[in-house]
């Protein structure tokens, strides 16, 4: 596997190395060692698995303080733009967010630490979207910021009238309004 920093400290682009023959392929998706000696601890709990059609944003979600989760993050069919907002206030990237798209074809992970903010959109007909957690899903504990914030300003790449959002998503708090992390 290769780990790739990205621009936002802690975040991490991880590409597998793909062994392809006419059968198939075999990848690697985890491997413990290797992601303590680039990430440090990743005590995965929970894995987590969805399907959304073209346009499905879900996002911008986080659960606060001792629930806080570290996500690592891969797409086994179709294609998302997956996007990650720093809600670390003492980090130097605070407010900031990163896209990337992931894909069943370039087959990349997202590794997002505690204190971050997720969501993402489908950019393809469908998608198949999987995440590995550090903790458990607890709904009390669960913030959503709404997507089209103007203070971060995140371009999601498709038309906002083909968006297709839950009632929870559509009714996120603004950036400013948000707990954030210490």
């Known amino acids: 596997m290769n780990f790739i920093k ?10 597998p ?26 005590d995965i709990i929970q894995e987590n698995e969805s399907k959304s059609s073209l346009g499905v944003l879900r996002g911008l979600h986080y659960q606060k303080g001792e629930f806080s989760q570290a996500k690592l993050i891969r797409v086994i069919q179709g294609e998302v733009l997956d996007v990650a907002v720093d809600l670390r206030r003492s980090s130097p990237t605070f407010g ?8 069943e074809d370039n087959k990349r992970q997202l590794y997002i630490p505690r204190g971050f903010a997720h969501g993402f959109v489908v950019l393809s007909k469908d998608a198949i979207f999987n995440y590995k957690v550090d903790n458990i ?33 559509q009714l996120g708090c603004a950036f400013d309004d948000a707990v954030y992390f210490e």
């Open 137 to 169: 899903y607890m709904p009390s504990e669960e913030i959503s910021i709404i997507y089209n914030d103007k203070t971060l300003n995140i371009n999601w790449t498709i038309d906002e009238n083909k968006l297709n959002l839950s009632a929870k998503d």
């Open 17 to 42: 190395n793909i062994f392809a023959d006419e059968r198939g392929y075999f990848m690697e998706s985890y491997k413990h060692d290797l992601f303590q000696s680039h990430i440090g601890t990743f």
């Open 96 to 103: 900031h967010h990163i896209s990337i798209v992931l894909s």
């Open 6 to 15: 990205t621009r936002i400290k802690d975040i991490w682009i991880i590409e």
